[in-house]
Every structure is written in C-alpha cells, then in structure tokens.
C-alpha cells in the first residue's frame, strides 16, 4: 500500500500558493509590528519584534500542531500552517536582525546554520529528507521545524538584498532569477530533486518577503507604500481562492500497490 503523505504535492500550484504564503508573512507580520505596535514609528512600542514574535510564534505551534495530529491532508490547514511559519518567520527575523543588533549578515548566517543543522538532523534521524516521505509525525514534526527555520532564513536573506544596495524590485528580479535557475536545473540536470526542493523553497521566502517590501514600504525606500493591513487582506483572498481554484491533493509515498482514498 502506498501512503498518503499530509502535505500537498509539488507542482507548479503548490508554488504559486507558496509564494503568496510567503509574501503574506512579511505584509501580515510587518502589519503587526510595524503598522500597529509601531516599530518603525518615532514611538514605538517596546519590544515591539519580540511581541509579534511570540504572538505569530504561539500561533504557529498551535497550527503545526494540529497539522501533525491530525491523519490526512487538509488543504487549508496545511496552507494556514506556512502562513502561520512565515509570519513568525518573518518577525523571528526581525527581531534577530534588529532588536538584537546581530545585523542582516549576522543574521543570515546564524539561520543558515539552523537550516543546514535540522536538515541533518532529519536526515541522520529518519535517513531522508524528501518532503514525499513526510508520512509520520517524526518526518512532519522535522519538516516544520525545517520550514520555519527556512522561512525565518528568506526573511533575513530578502532585507539583506534590499540593504545592500539592490533595493526591493531589484530584489524581487535577483530572486525570482535564482529560481528560474534552479528550475532549469529540475528539468535539464541531473541534480538531487531533493536538493533543489529545498533550495527553491528557501528562496522563494525572499522573493515573497521582498515582494511584500515592495508593495507596502514607503515609495523613498523603493517600495509602492500600499497600506500593509489591506495588501494583507488582497493577498490572504487571492490564497483562499488559489486553494479553491487549483487541485489539491497530497503527495504519495511510493510503497506497494494502491493508494489510499483521501
């Protein structure tokens, strides 16, 4: 029998509802540090990161939870869960990168380390890392810790781009270009399907994160200075109608015969 893995298949509705995932994580959590607690304000709240940190971060656990508890593929859980990880991605970053002054390159750095260091774990742990052989609570548990970290990593990769001098559309062309490249690498090499996986989904968190700078930074720092609550809104509606629109259906675990019914 083949089983069911609890996450949707990889095809190219899978990143198109990803990437506006990712780009509601940096305009939703932007919209509560930022825009509500003021963090970017001349009077901000205190520890305004580090309240939307926990706020998005509870939000997350309780998601991916439930995820996990739960026995087949729900669509809107599972999508619900990677907004609630790049939301808390998106402030977790912020707070490294500036609250605690470790900077973008810090940053960036110490994520990538975390990155690198779960997908090993998970490896070393289960013996794969493939996102179709996420079958038992074990596999979706290193999953999720590997996606938040991932998410948290394209956050700090996105600012960094755009404080580098690349600004945010620049940023969104360098990025949507990476992926261009590693899709060509999908169909035309030989290279790890696994490999890539990953590689294209941590870099489609800095083509959302900085598509999402682009759209509500003030028009002086290269951004539209759309209001943050309402792009948010535009966004959340356009993955709901995605997760309608476009078949959804989880990815199988290649075992013996058939597959069981979702």
Request: proline share 4%; hydrophobic share 50%.
């Amino acid at each position: 029998m083949r089983t069911l893995s609890k996450v949707p298949a990889v095809t190219l509705g899978f990143w198109i509802i990803k990437i506006a995932a990712t780009t509601l994580g940096e305009t939703g959590g932007d919209t509560v540090t930022m825009t509500w607690l003021g963090e970017t304000t001349s009077h901000p709240n205190p520890n305004g990161y580090l309240i939307g940190t926990a706020i998005f971060l509870t939000l997350f656990v309780v998601l991916a939870i439930w995820q996990i508890s739960v026995k087949r593929f729900h669509p809107f859980l599972y999508w619900a869960t990677i907004v609630g990880s790049t939301t808390a991605g998106t402030t977790m970053a912020d707070f490294a990168d500036r609250s605690l002054g470790i900077g973008y390159t810090g940053g960036s750095l110490l994520l990538l380390f975390c990155v690198l260091a779960s997908l090993a774990a998970w490896y070393w742990s289960v013996g794969t890392v493939s996102v179709n052989t996420v079958t038992t609570p074990k596999a979706e548990a290193f999953y999720w810790v590997t996606i938040t970290f991932s998410q948290t990593l394209g956050t700090a990769l996105g600012d960094w781009a755009a404080d580098s001098g690349l600004g945010y559309g620049d940023g969104v062309l360098v990025f949507a270009a990476a992926l261009v490249v590693v899709a060509a690498a999908y169909f035309w090499t030989r290279a790890s399907h696994v490999l890539l996986f990953w590689m294209a989904f941590i870099l489609t968190r800095p083509l959302g994160a900085t598509l999402g700078d682009f759209l509500d930074k003030p028009v002086s720092d290269g951004g539209l200075n759309l209001s943050r609550p309402l792009a948010s809104a535009v966004i959340a509606v356009f993955i709901i109608v995605c997760i309608l629109v476009i078949p959804q259906r989880p990815g199988v675990h290649p075992g013996s015969t058939s597959a069981v019914s979702s």
